[in-house]
C-alpha cells in the first residue's frame, strides 16, 4: 500500500441502543482504500475499543455491512474515493436493527423474521424417505429458475436496512425473509407451499411492501427482492381467487 498522502475525517457513531454520540477521527487517505480499511484502522490504531463486525473481506459473508453516508454497504467492497463528501466520510450501525455497540448490531430479530417466513426447507416424505427413488427435478423449467435467481441471498440485512417499510412497520418481515420464501415456493422439492404463503399472508407479510424497490437498488449481489415479494403477491392472489398453482414438470 502506498504512503498516505493526506487524511479523512470519519465521523462514527459510537455508544449503545440506550445512548450514542458522534466521535470524529483522522484517518490516512491512501490509494484504492475500502470503508473497512479506514474503520480496521482507526479501532487499531486510534480507538481500541471500536466494535463493528468483518469476516472473509472479500464480499462473501456480508458481516462488514453498515451505514456509509446514509447508505447501507458492504464495506469490504466499498472504496472510499466513490463515497467521500469533502474529505468526509459518516458511518453508522445498519438502521432499524437494534445496536450492540457502536458498529454492531444484534441480528436477532432479523433471522427471527426469516424463521416466521418459512425460510426453512421442508423435504417431502416422498422425496426423503427410502420407499421409493427420489423424484427428479429438471434444473431447467421456470418454476426452478425463479427459486435459483432469488437463492444467493447471504443475509447481510443491506435489504432490510434500505427498506423504508421497516422502518416505519417493525413487525414487517422485510425482504431478504421474503425472497427467501419466494425461492422456496419455487422448489418443487419443498413440501411446505400452502403453510408458507399463509406465514407471508399473516401480520406484517408481502402485503406490506410499497415496492419502492430500496432493497433492489442496494442490495449487494444483484438480487430483486422486491420482484419476489411481487410474485408472493400474486401467488397470493391466486389463492384468493381459487387458482391452482402449476405444478413444476419433473424429469
Known amino acids: 500500500m502506498k504512503p498516505a498522502t493526506d487524511t479523512i475525517r ?43 463486525r468483518f469476516s472473509c473481506r472479500v464480499g462473501m459473508c456480508g458481516t462488514c455491512a453498515m451505514m456509509v453516508g446514509g447508505a447501507p454497504r458492504w464495506t469490504c467492497r466499498t472504496h472510499v474515493k466513490t463515497v467521500l463528501r469533502r474529505g468526509q466520510l459518516e458511518l453508522a450501525p445498519l438502521r432499524s436493527l437494534p445496536i450492540i455497540k457502536d458498529l454492531a448490531c444484534d441480528m436477532s ?11 426453512r426447507f421442508h423435504s417431502s416424505p416422498e422425496r426423503s424417505g427410502r420407499a421409493q427413488p427420489p423424484v427428479k427435478i429438471l434444473p431447467s423449467t421456470p418454476a426452478r429458475r ?4 432469488a437463492i444467493e441471498c447471504i443475509n447481510c440485512a443491506v435489504c432490510y436496512s434500505a427498506c423504508d417499510v421497516v422502518a416505519w412497520n417493525r413487525d414487517y418481515l422485510g425482504p431478504a425473509a421474503l425472497n427467501r420464501a419466494w425461492s422456496l415456493q419455487n422448489d418443487a422439492r419443498d413440501s411446505a407451499h400452502a403453510r408458507r404463503l399463509r406465514a407471508v399472508s ?7 411492501c410499497h415496492s419502492q424497490h430500496s432493497c433492489e437498488s442496494f442490495c449487494p449481489v444483484g438480487l430483486s427482492p422486491a420482484r419476489s415479494i411481487a410474485g408472493l403477491k400474486r401467488a397470493l392472489a391466486r389463492g384468493a381467487l381459487g387458482i391452482r398453482p402449476h405444478s413444476p414438470p419433473h424429469a
Open 146 to 149: 425463479e427459486a435459483d435467481a
Open 202 to 208: 399473516a401480520g406484517g407479510g408481502c402485503q406490506h
Open 10 to 52: 470519519v465521523l462514527i457513531r459510537r455508544g449503545d441502543a440506550h445512548s450514542g454520540r458522534i466521535c470524529v477521527y483522522r484517518a490516512p487517505r491512501r490509494e484504492n482504500q475500502t470503508v473497512l480499511d479506514v474503520v480496521t484502522w482507526i479501532q487499531r490504531e486510534l480507538a481500541p475499543d471500536l466494535a463493528y
Open 109 to 119: 430479530e432479523f433471522f427471527a423474521k426469516w424463521r416466521r417466513a418459512e425460510g
